[in-house]
């Protein structure tokens, strides 16, 4: 009896060192300190066996220290453990897709889905997959699912780029609209309610949205050459001139920008600058030096 006793006592004793070791793994991992969150959770799953949400924080440590393949066993564990979790079937298809296994990554983003409550980061990730292969209603439905589950600002600026990308540009504008109530300062979402807004000929709110995402981020360096074509269209050829010799700072090869250039020289009255730009822009596509 005395042995049984000291069996029992050894086994509580190792169950609180591991869930010591677990939540100081867990303290660790959230502040950023993955090595030493890695060898916590290692050495508490050591006492405490196969516990399939320790294993699930350790597969999320490797994937965010940038080693799915060490991530994935763990969350196959994680599933032995417990198969209704949406969060491991999501995170053991982003550890398949970091590894170039796509189509074995979809079963489990798809899987994922399938779990009570789904997951939103499993139905953007499908979005992603399907908008990349041209399959557009497969990217709309799981784009539009994980907004339903999650919505937010990113979500609807990838649903408004399939829309986009389809010339739906009624459906792009309300998705980027979307985004940019979700998010006032994301500058993506009002910089492509700028292109649609241009896509449809309304080149004066176009200008608004566009300065607006400029402000918002600086380094969306082709907004000048946009904001030109805009200017131009309004027959405002000074303005228009002057964002294009901007946008051309940045892209000096840009068989596009000089061609823009171009047009608007000739409508200047400036025929010397409009030929040259006219031959640089004919240089820059047979170089392939547009973008």
């Not at 997959?129 to 937010?152: C, H, K, Q, V």
Request: negative net charge; hydrophobic residues 35%.
């Amino acid at each position: 009896m005395e042995k049984s006793s000291s069996r029992s006592e050894q086994g509580s004793n190792g169950a609180a060192h591991s869930d010591e070791l677990f939540q100081s793994g867990r303290r660790a991992e959230q502040a950023g300190h993955l090595d030493e969150a890695r060898r916590s959770y290692e050495l508490g799953l050591s006492y405490a066996g196969d516990h399939h949400v320790w294993q699930y924080r350790l597969g999320c440590v490797f994937l965010k220290l940038d080693v799915p393949e060490m991530a994935e066993p763990c969350f196959r564990q994680a599933l032995e453990g417990n198969s209704s979790r949406a969060a491991y079937w999501a995170n053991l298809g982003l550890a398949l897709d970091r590894q170039g296994c796509r189509e074995e990554s979809i079963r489990a983003y798809r899987k994922a889905s399938l779990q009570e409550g789904g997951s939103a980061v499993a139905c953007h990730n499908l979005g992603s997959i399907y908008a990349e292969e041209g399959r557009t209603e497969e990217a709309i439905r799981f784009y539009e699912e994980a907004i339903s589950l999650e919505p937010d600002a990113e979500g609807y600026l990838n649903l408004g780029l399939v829309h986009f990308a389809a010339e739906d540009f009624s459906r792009a504008m309300a998705s980027f609209d979307h985004c940019v109530e979700a998010d006032p300062l994301f500058a993506l979402g009002h910089y492509y309610a700028g292109l649609c807004l241009m896509k449809r000929g309304n080149y004066e709110p176009t200008i608004s949205r566009l300065e607006t995402a400029w402000k918002l981020d600086p380094r969306l360096v082709r907004i000048p050459f946009h904001l030109g074509v805009c200017m131009h269209k309004l027959q405002c050829y000074d303005q228009a001139r002057n964002f294009l010799e901007r946008a051309l700072e940045s892209f000096p090869e840009d068989g596009r920008l000089h061609y823009q250039m171009a047009l608007t020289c000739d409508a200047m009255g400036l025929p010397q600058d409009a030929r040259q730009h006219f031959s640089r822009s004919r240089a820059a596509f047979q170089d392939g030096g547009s973008s």
